[in-house]
């Protein structure tokens, strides 16, 4: 009896726990401010956080939880999630606009890294009158803090790829 209660309680903890993952996103819509008289607005249809593996695309105006599997003190998978169930192996990312006054201040990218080792990843981004991804710097997130990323650039969207430790 003990074993079969037991076999309950796993499933039930497991199918829970798999329920709070988020494939993909919602469609949306967002504006962002190029001057003080030019939008670039863009609809984003319903699509996959993780384009592939653990290649990441975040838009302005999102906020994602992502939690991870480490194996071999490696980055293994990644996936959104809805609810922070293990904060200790999620790491929280925001990408926003600045405006002030009707005048765009540049976009951010705030990554919260809850481990307690140097995180760090590479980053790609997509801007207004460009028409291909150019990559840009990242500094690495120490142990258990936030790193806030800025740009002057109108970025339309990020890629944020080669999630690693750093020694």
């Known amino acids: 009896m003990k074993k079969l209660l ?31 008289e030019q939008f670039y607005q863009m609809n984003v249809d319903k699509s996959k956080y993780f384009v592939k593996g653990n290649i990441l695309q975040i838009y302005p105006t999102e906020k994602i939880n992502v939690q991870v599997e480490i194996k071999n003190d490696t980055i293994f998978a990644m996936k959104v999630v809805e609810k922070i169930v293990d904060p200790k192996k999620t790491i929280q990312i925001e990408f926003v606009q600045n405006v002030k006054d009707n005048k765009s201040e540049g976009m951010m990218l705030k ?6 080792r140097k995180l760090n990843y590479n980053a790609m981004m997509y801007i207004v009158g460009h028409d291909k991804w150019l990559s840009t710097n990242i500094i690495p997130i120490l142990p258990n803090l936030v790193n806030y990323e800025t740009w002057n650039d109108v970025i339309i969207s990020l890629v944020l790829e080669k999630w690693r430790f750093e020694k």
């Open 6 to 36: 037991y076999l309950v309680l796993l499933f039930a903890t497991s199918f829970s726990y798999s329920q709070n993952e988020v494939r993909e996103r919602e469609p949306f819509t967002f504006k962002l401010l190029v001057d003080n």
């Open 111 to 116: 990554v919260t890294n809850p481990f307690d």
